[in-house]
């Protein structure tokens, strides 16, 4: 019987035939991709010709294309549409997979190829990307550990492995901890909450198999929840359930697994000679420096700390004033700022929420990209992995640029938190490929998809992420798209969603559910004039997390994460009716990988320039200026990681940015 993974896909524009493939078929195609991979490198290694940066980089681009395709298919599915099946598969994966790697980039024989080519690159005529290209791959070997030799060398991949096993697991635990906990609302219990949250927990229940409308820790569910929920008993149960994931005991308890992880980044950096975890990974960033990131992180820290306890101050006299005595408690603070908001703004989500149909935001997104790039979305029915994805053909002048894929509402099976991913990436070489780009978010199912502000933030975020993947045109797949230093990464993401906030956007696209009516100018005034509401809690609860990572990763490595970040937030003065966004157990973006570990920091350095850049539209002739537009694309969004990170921005702006146009648009200019 033929392995669909293993094939050449006749799909339209090469997608997965997911209808044909079944959780059995990957676990003997990732062995028979691994072989072939492993004999790629093999042929790329023992090759007798001299080193060059074509039988040597090229060649090693050029590998592992099956071993790719077989992987975009199983993170995709495991990410969006776990089961039992596909967890285990995971798990037993991804200690194969960093033994793989590891071999990889501990080769000796490959890694003095690509040295030799570094060190003739003068002699070599390389274009600009190729010298990029070459760089990276050289960097990358030697961070890797490949200059290491005898025991240290065998424990960088011990170290590998143990890594890729308890991310694995560390995010197993969360998803089960997510999955497995959710509160039954009897008839009482929903009382006051607005028709789209009672639509929410009961589309929620009947997932869960109950008869009735449940809470979930979906922060689309949970959030409104304690928006809006008068019950003071149960906005604390649910609170303290969301805040307890990955720290309940037992088999999903994630405390010592990031206990352990922190203990092996240190002895990683420290086998490569660098001091800390920090040091090693922020080296090749744009900040550097952990000092350049405190200093960032600090300079917005104490205006947003100020903001916040003035504000604590305003909620619990309402509080108070409701006939609740004592301190105000995480689980308040999202109540009585709803009800400051309504009152001080005369803004009610529930009267705002029909303005943001899903289907609406979406057809807002793209008319934004077709007016700032010419791109151009028709739907695509072709089969994709669940029931509730949807596909576009996405064109350019009559020309197929790429294919974007949707999946955008909570489910079980699906892990928390919104993202972007290219299933595969556009390149040149070795042949000319589109890219397919997914974007997946955890949005609550009603009839009709109502999102919250947020919520509609959150789709414009992704989908700048998937513009940065779609409007790549590079030659190499490992400058392609999103492969940029990590604090860039989210600069074309944060930028995009200022669109959302363009006034023409919304009174064309922000159309009530039922009357088809646009925002009226005062509802449209009073919503943007909210859009910096209760920016003190929001900076403080990503600061502290921010500040928190950064704490792990410098010096020695603690061995209890909780007393360490009780520490920081200490010394920091955390205000005690907040908590960090995600605290330690539940801190995915660190310990699930090591992606943004010593690196949440990065939303608010990319924040610095996409506060920046969008001014330079502003100061042009507007939002939808067409020099600015083209000049978005020309330097950051279509060149990928092919040149340095600061260097884009520049040839972009002219200059670097300063925190002054972040501190102004969160509202905490002084």
Known sequence: ??????????????????????????????????????????????????????????????????????????????????????????????????????????????????????????????????????????????????????????????????????????????????????????????????????????????????????????????????????????????????????????????????????????????????????????????????????????????????????????????????????????????????????????????????????????????????????????????PLYHADCRAWDVTRDGKHVAVFIGDYFARGSKRSGAWCSAMRAQSKFPKVQTPVVINVCNFAKSDPALLSYDDARTLFHEFGHGLHQMLSNVTYESVSGTSVARDFVELPSQLFEHWLEVPEVLNEFATHAETGAAMSPEMLNKVLGAANFDMGFQTVEYVASALVDLAFHEGTATSDPMVKQASVLAELGMPDAIRMRHATPQFAHVFAGDGYSSGYYSYMWSEVMDADAFEAFEEASGAFDTERAGALEQHILSTGGSRDAAELYVAFRGRLPGVEALLKGRGLAA
């Open 1 to 382: 019987m033929t392995n669909t993974l293993l094939q050449d896909w006749d799909t339209p524009y090469g997608v997965a035939p997911f209808a044909n493939i079944s959780d059995d078929d990957f676990a003997p195609a990732l062995e028979a991709a691994l072989s072939v991979h492993n004999a790629e490198i093999a042929e790329i290694a023992g090759n007798a010709a001299a080193p060059s940066f074509a039988n040597t980089v090229e060649a090693l681009e050029a590998a592992g294309s099956g071993l790719d395709k077989v992987l975009s298919v199983f993170f995709t599915v495991a990410g969006a549409d776990s089961n039992p099946a596909r967890e285990d598969l995971q798990r037993a994966f991804s200690p194969k997979l960093a033994a793989h790697f590891a071999e990889i980039s501990g080769n000796k024989a490959l890694f003095n190829r690509v040295a030799a080519v570094w060190d003739t690159r003068k002699d070599a005529d390389l274009s600009d990307e190729q010298e990029r290209v070459l760089m990276l791959a050289h960097r990358g070997f030697v961070r890797s550990g490949a200059a290491l030799t005898g025991s240290d060398e065998s424990r960088m991949k011990e170290i590998k492995g143990r890594l890729a096993v308890l991310g694995t697991q560390f995010t197993q635990n969360l998803l089960a901890d997510e999955r497995s906990w959710f509160m039954e609302l009897a008839a009482d219990d929903v009382a006051g909450l607005p028709d789209f949250v009672v639509a929410s927990a009961r589309a929620a229940g009947e997932e869960k198999g109950v008869g009735g409308p449940v809470v979930t820790l979906s922060r689309s569910l949970i959030v409104p929840f304690l928006q809006f929920s008068p019950r003071r008993d149960l906005r604390e149960k649910a609170f303290l359930a969301w805040e307890a994931r990955g720290a309940n005991g037992g088999e999903t308890d994630n405390r010592n697994i990031a206990a352990e992880i922190l203990k092996l980044r240190e002895e990683r950096a420290k086998l490569l000679g660098y001091a800390d975890f920090a040091a090693y990974k922020l080296e090749t960033e744009m900040a550097k420096t952990p000092e350049a990131v405190r200093d960032l992180l600090m300079a917005v820290w104490e205006p947003a700390k100020t903001q916040a306890i003035a504000d604590s101050d305003v909620l619990t006299k309402m509080m108070h004033a409701d006939g609740v005595n004592g301190d105000l408690a995480p689980w308040d603070w999202r109540y009585y700022a709803e009800k400051r908001r309504a009152a001080e703004h005369d803004l009610d989500e529930a009267a705002l929420k029909p303005y943001f149909q899903l289907d609406r935001m979406i057809d807002a997104a793209f008319a934004c990209a077709t007016r700032l790039f010419g791109l151009k979305f028709a739907p695509l029915d072709i």
